[in-house]
């Protein structure tokens, strides 16, 4: 049982690439979220899907795209990467009551 | 809407010592609150959470936290700390509009404890 699996750990981009960070859960829950870490910023919200084929924007969506197509995946795409978007990318899922997220180890992700 | 302010950024403490993390919240609907904790280099571990009942809430690691409806806290305290508490602190806060499907996080609180 591996919970919330991110992958990759690390990665470094140039400006203007793609890539997509991959999040994949064994926990069958129905909720999935991605969040950026930023210092003195805390935790803000990408994205959320709410189930297979439903998804929607949060805090900070702009040059961010999400697709949930099983309950298991949840990959976040970045469209042309910007070195703002130089960051800490966590991966969450949750469920309905108790209403608790439970999160990756993190992706660390440097746009040069 | 909903939001999350944690009153102060880096808390500095020496081992044994108690305390006291900062946390305020708004929200027009009932909350419901959470503080986790990340090591350094780690994901986020649930420390605790308050759904409903007793105000009062203990959680791992000999944490506690006290949800105050009427002053719109949710402080986290440890009476005794020690050097392996060292980590980053958020509250989060979720509600029944979202049924718990995404947080709303504070900016995070370094706890330092030093020996």
């Known amino acids: 049982n591996a919970g919330v699996t991110q992958t990759p750990k690390f990665q470094v981009l140039k400006t203007g690439q793609s890539m997509t960070l991959q999040c994949a859960q064994d926990m069958n829950h129905e909720y999935m979220s991605w969040y950026r870490q930023d210092p003195g910023m805390g935790l803000r919200l990408i994205h959320y899907?709410?189930?297979?084929?439903?998804?929607d924007q949060g805090e900070v969506p702009n040059g961010y795209n999400v697709s949930r197509s099983t309950t298991e995946d949840f990959p976040l795409r970045l469209l042309s990467a910007a070195p703002s978007q130089t960051s800490v990318y966590f991966c969450?899922?949750?469920?309905?009551?108790?209403?608790?997220?439970?999160f990756g180890p993190g992706t660390r992700l440097t746009v040069t | 809407a909903q939001s999350v302010t944690q009153l102060d950024s880096q808390v500095p403490v020496f081992e044994e010592a108690p305390v006291e993390l900062r946390c305020n919240y708004s929200s027009s609907v009932s909350v419901y609150l959470f503080w986790y904790v990340q090591y350094p280099n780690q994901g986020l571990q649930l420390l605790l959470k308050y759904l409903s009942g007793s105000t009062l809430v203990k959680g791992i690691n000999g944490f506690e936290a006290e949800f105050n409806k009427s002053q719109t806290s949710f402080h986290l305290r440890k009476p005794s700390v020690h050097i392996s508490d060292t980590a980053e602190y958020f509250c989060?806060?979720?509600?029944?509009?979202?049924?718990?499907?995404?947080?709303?996080f504070g900016e995070g609180t370094q706890l330092t404890v030093n020996p």
């Open positions: 899907s709410v189930g297979a084929g439903i998804t």
């Open positions: 969450a899922t949750g469920t309905g009551l108790p209403y608790e997220q439970y």
């Open positions: 989060a806060v979720s509600s029944e509009e979202t049924s718990g499907s995404r947080l709303t």
